[in-house]
């Protein structure tokens, strides 16, 4: 089984080497890993030149994270996909754990798992509240985090990619699309991954204009924007 992990970067210099090394460690499947940078200006390209065992990486200009995880998907042909931001980290261990369950579970579509909000010397402060799938309740809350989620390719063959008119939410929508869709998810109550979360985080520093994109997505994808997000909006 090989897994494609696609880094989405844009000036992560500082956290990058922690990604990529999170990568490396990882046993139990074939892996390929690619990072797709916005055309740092920061020490992500010397990162990236100098990192070892090597990682293939483009460095140019694109149209923002969404993007880079579209034409990160594109170029790469593992049967499982995992995005991983260039600020975030897998824990030991979780592509094998992610690998063994695909592989004994072949009619699974999507598999994620729990994870922790990690600070900025990747200590671990909170638990990040995950829960088994529930639709409906995805609806209400993401309960679902991104590092820790991975997927067949036959999700993007037969349900396309990130829709990149998003800046905030493109992973949400994607979550709550394939829901829609009736694909099979599974919930691994295993720790695989840590999501860091700090003051500059794109999310927190746009608290506002997350929310709107979210009701715009919730508008388009079902008619209406449930009211716990509505509520949140005005908050």
């Known amino acids: 089984m090989k897994f494609s992990i696609i880094t989405p970067s844009y000036n992560q210099g500082i956290f990058i080497e ?23 200006t920061d020490s992500t390209t010397e990162v990236l030149r100098n990192f070892t065992p090597a990682v293939r990486w483009v460095s140019e200009k694109d149209k923002g994270q969404t993007d880079a995880v579209n ?10 996909i995992g995005w ?25 579509d999507v598999v994620y798992g729990k994870a922790d909000h990690i600070d900025l010397q990747d200590q671990a402060f909170e638990e990040y509240p995950t829960a088994p799938w529930d639709f409906e309740q995805l609806k209400e809350r993401c309960f679902i985090c991104q590092p820790a989620l991975f997927f067949r390719r036959r999700v993007i063959e037969r349900h396309g990619a990130l829709d990149a008119s998003l800046n905030y939410c ?24 840590g999501s860091r979360l700090y003051a500059e985080n794109k999310t927190l520093g746009a608290r506002v204009a997350v929310h709107g994109e979210i009701n715009d997505m919730f508008r388009k994808l079902f008619g209406r924007v449930p009211d716990r997000w509505l509520f949140n909006y005005a908050h």
């Open 18 to 40: 922690r990604t990529l090394r999170s990568v490396a460690q990882q046993t139990g499947a074939q892996i390929e890993h690619v990072v797709f940078d916005g055309a740092s």
């Open 71 to 80: 034409k990160g998907i594109a170029a790469t042909d593992g049967q499982i």
């Open 84 to 108: 991983l931001n260039s600020d975030d980290v897998y824990y030991p261990g979780a592509i094998a754990r992610v690998a063994a369950f695909f592989e004994a579970n072949p009619d699974v």
């Open 170 to 193: 493109m992973d949400y929508e994607y979550w709550l699309r394939l829901g829609k869709a009736g694909l099979r998810f599974a919930y691994l109550e295993e720790k695989l991954a």
